[in-house]
């Protein structure tokens, strides 16, 4: 019996030493991505770890006390990092407290005309944008909507926080006691995108490479340019082909 508790303290202790390193910056930082409170960053890791040391640019919707900036700029030290909010504060405190390679902006991220304005005068696309805004429903999509053209060729677009697509007060069509995702929401938008993902399979039983010019031609943006999503507890990730 002393035996198989010993092997099971053994056991958590080497899990503990298996955490990710972006969460581990994301703990030392206070970034609520962390496996403390959302747990995003083990999954970011996934797909972030192999651009880590590379010159990327890099976008985040959603500023605040620069928690997560902190974070992105350790774990990514070559990286341009760009960074929007709405509250001049944060932005003002951003420029203010983040490193040469952060600019920080103030955008309104529902604001179509302010989105394609900042990306106009920054000039460069993104390996990888991270919507950490404010999650109501027209925030979310109007800026994929927008922003989603800007990413590079195989390169990731990811919304965080879709809970708040099952609650009211968000823009959703129920509660915490009674979550419900009805039309209009970003979940429900994001369904639709799977059928535009599926939709050269359904018409030809081929892929994008191998499907017939009539059918290439008739292709939507989001049909021809998304790839794949992939969904985990609050969080998706749209990768540009």
Known sequence: ??????????????????????????????????????????????????????????????LAECNSAFMWEEYFPNAKLYFIDSIPRFV???????????????VDQANKNALMDFVEEVGVKFDFIIDDGGHMMNQQISSFEVLFSYVKSGGVYVIEDLHTS?????????????????????????????????IIGAKASQSLRTCPDWLKRQLTFYQENIESIHFYNSVCFIFKR
């Open 166 to 198: 099952y609650w009211k007060y968000y823009g959703g069509s129920g509660s915490k006691q009674d979550p419900k995702a009805g039309y209009g929401t970003t979940i429900n938008f994001l369904k639709n995108l799977i059928d535009d993902v599926n």
């Open 1 to 62: 019996m002393k035996k198989l508790f010993l092997l099971f303290l053994l056991f958590g202790f080497c899990r503990t030493l298996s955490t990710s390193e972006l969460d581990k910056l994301a703990i030392k930082h206070g970034t609520n991505k962390s496996s403390k409170k959302h747990d995003y960053c083990v999954i970011y890791e996934k797909y972030f770890s192999k651009a880590r040391h590379e010159e990327i640019n890099f976008l985040e919707i959603g």
């Open 92 to 106: 003002e405190a951003g420029n203010r407290k983040l490193s040469d390679r952060s600019l920080c902006f103030l």
